[in-house]
């Protein structure tokens, strides 16, 4: 090829390249994809200029092979053959072209011509795809059909492709492990290719990109633990090569400690929220990069939405900590059991013990200051279940800061359903708070505060728009009256005579659980206001449960009227009853509360004896 040629196809190509880069808003508002086709037309010059695809006997017969039947697409062993020679250089420099068009054209969402272009370019490399020129751009082809495929749902194939990559990068770095070529250096100058350091630093971001892409693959094909393994590896190496957007990265951290913490891995969990935190400090901190987006410190409401979310995140850890915590130590009744509470103090000494060895287990991020920094905001938060009030306020108190943090950010106006379920959640940190609480007194002020911040939300909310909220929290609301009857009525068991004015406020509490019950069980009823003959599977248990507990808050209103007394025992039993003739027409319902079953049928068949010896006295007298 002649020189000024050769000087004009790199001179095309680098233009090309330029052209690439500019970003879609810099575009005209009509045109948003003006330099891309622009881009396009010189690749497709460039292609013009270097020729046909080179004469190769072997390359033909592969050139016909269907999608998916090379070896490219199966992940298998590739054998070292060198790119050299004219054949081999025009072959790896269409390859180039090729590439290139097809990023081109899945960028201007023309997929299928992309997805042409890109097997083009794995077809002409295949022999190569071993070797320190072409194995870079191999696999990047790969990991670009690997998103493609992955964009039309069609999630095995674009497994297929993305393992493959990971495969071969693994090949490569075990039999040669020098930097390879970076795939725009086929048209560099010799005096202009780019040092080790740097063709290893991008080598590795297109590794740390294939693994970013199975993340989502095995995410999307409920390949949980996988998915967790391959973003946790993902975010170390980002931090390792420092190629990450401190935003981007430490909502991605944030994420991926609600898999740890719906596993009850709350030391990794900790460790991924406290990663977040320290790298989320980074933001519009660090340098421009190729890798700098223009939300990185540009969009302030950006900034503190993603803010709310990893503050939602420490929420999670812990409210679940806290509730892990009450469900080891609770009784059959739902309160302390102290002899549980007990044992696991004695287990106490030997988690801390484990927690070195568990530390080295578990995948540690950053090195040297950065990990130093993680590990302080680590150390400021347990990771051990909680044993008593204390060690339950210290997570509550972290958790209510993050709460105030994330309504910062979603608030009702703009969030309704984000705002609501902030709220739920510091209304369940109090709720898990009082199980800790051994004074009656302190509990009950805990439950109040519990309605008084979800009584407000239901008045503006439209049933028709968030029926499911709206039922969410009248039942969450029934529920902490429901508690405050019970712990007044345990507190006035304690006295010798208790007053009117103890007695009035049970039947407050209790009245008020009553309206949020029956406000949620007649939010069930058709538009013709009837109860429904069979309870949909979502609301089963629910609905279940708030019959019971209107048929045991009827037979716990205090009256002084025989008469009275006898129509909510009436009442009391007609609940009772309904539980037991549902159960008995729908045995699915029956496995949701087999406790409350029972007590009701017992209640069944006690009720009508009481209630007879009511009519009695009420005769005599």
């Known amino acids: 090829m002649a020189d000024a040629p050769w000087a004009e196809i790199r001179e095309k190509f680098q233009a090309a390249l330029a052209l690439s880069r500019v970003e879609l808003h810099k575009n005209p508002e009509k045109e948003p994809y003006k330099s891309k086709y622009g881009a396009r037309a010189l690749l497709e010059e460039v292609k013009a200029l270097l020729g046909p695809a080179p004469e190769d006997e072997d390359e033909r017969p592969q050139a016909e092979d269907g999608l998916g039947a090379g070896d490219h697409a199966l992940g298998l062993p590739a054998e070292v053959v060198e790119a050299e020679g004219p054949i081999a250089q025009g072959a790896v420099r269409l390859a180039v072209i090729e590439f290139h068009l097809g990023v081109n054209h899945i960028d201007t969402e023309e997929l299928s011509a992309g997805e042409e272009h890109l097997v083009k370019c794995l077809r002409l490399l295949r022999k190569y795809r071993l070797s320190h020129d072409c194995v870079s751009l191999y696999i990047q082809a790969q990991n670009n059909l690997g998103i493609l495929w992955s964009e039309r749902e069609e999630i095995e194939t674009a497994q297929a492709y993305l393992e493959s990559s990971e495969a071969l990068y693994k090949q490569y770095m075990k039999e040669i492990g020098s930097p390879p070529l970076d795939p725009t250096e086929h048209f560099l100058p010799e005096e202009e290719k780019l040092t080790e350091q740097e063709r290893s630093k991008r080598f590795e971001k297109v590794y740390t990109h294939n693994l970013y892409y199975l993340a989502q693959v095995y995410q999307h094909m409920e390949m949980f633990e996988k998915a967790a393994h391959y973003c946790h590896s993902t975010l170390k190496r980002q931090l390792e090569h420092n190629a990450y957007h401190p935003m981007e990265w430490a909502i991605n951290a944030a994420t991926l400690s609600q898999f740890y ?163 739920q959640d510091h209304s369940a940190l109090f709720k898990v708070l009082a199980f800790f609480e051994t004074d009656m007194e302190r509990r009950c002020k805990m439950h109040k505060r519990r309605i008084a911040m979800l009584e407000p939300l239901i008045v503006d909310l439209n049933p028709q728009y968030y029926l499911l909220v709206n ?93 009275k007394e006898l129509e909510n025992l009436a009442t009391s039993l007609e609940h009772y009853k309904f539980i037991v003739d549902y159960c008995e027409k729908h045995p699915e319902a029956a496995r949701e509360i087999e406790v409350e079953l029972e007590l009701s049928k017992e209640m069944v068949s006690l009720l009508p004896t009481k209630m007879e010896r009511f009519r009695t006295k009420m005769a005599l007298t």
């Not at 009823?525 to 109860?531: A, G, I, M």
């Open 471 to 563: 039922r969410q929290i009248q039942f969450e609301i029934a529920h902490a009256y429901y508690d405050m009857m019970d712990l007044k009525v345990a507190i006035a068991d304690k006295l010798r005579d208790p007053d009117s004015h103890i007695v009035k406020k049970i039947n407050n509490l209790n009245k008020s659980a009553l309206k949020y019950y029956q406000l949620f069980l007649d939010s069930l009823r058709d538009p013709n206001k009837v109860f429904p003959e069979h309870i949909g599977e979502d609301v089963l248990r629910p609905a279940m449960l708030a019959k019971f507990r209107v048929a045991r808050l009827y037979g716990k209103i205090i009256t002084a009227d025989p008469k």
């Open 261 to 423: 913490i719906n596993k009850l891995c709350f030391m990794e969990a900790r460790h991924c929220l406290s990663a977040a935190n320290v790298i989320f400090g980074q933001t519009g901190k660090i340098s421009t990069t190729e890798d700098t987006t223009e939300a990185e410190g540009e969009v302030p409401e950006l900034y503190h939405q993603r803010k709310g979310e990893i503050a939602r995140c420490w929420i999670k850890y812990c409210l679940t900590l806290m509730q892990n915590a009450q469900l080891s130590m609770q009784d059959n009744i739902g309160e302390l059991d102290l002899d549980k509470q007990n044992e696991l103090r004695a287990l106490r000494k030997k988690e801390l013990d484990e927690e070195e060895s568990v530390r080295k287990k578990a995948v540690q991020f950053g090195t040297g200051e950065l990990c130093d920094a993680i590990s302080a905001v680590e150390e400021k938060v347990t990771y051990l279940r909680p044993l008593d009030f204390e060690e339950a306020r210290e997570l509550f108190l972290l958790g209510q800061h993050y709460v105030f943090e994330a309504k910062e950010f979603f608030q009702i106006d703009g969030y309704v359903t984000d705002h609501i379920e902030v709220v």
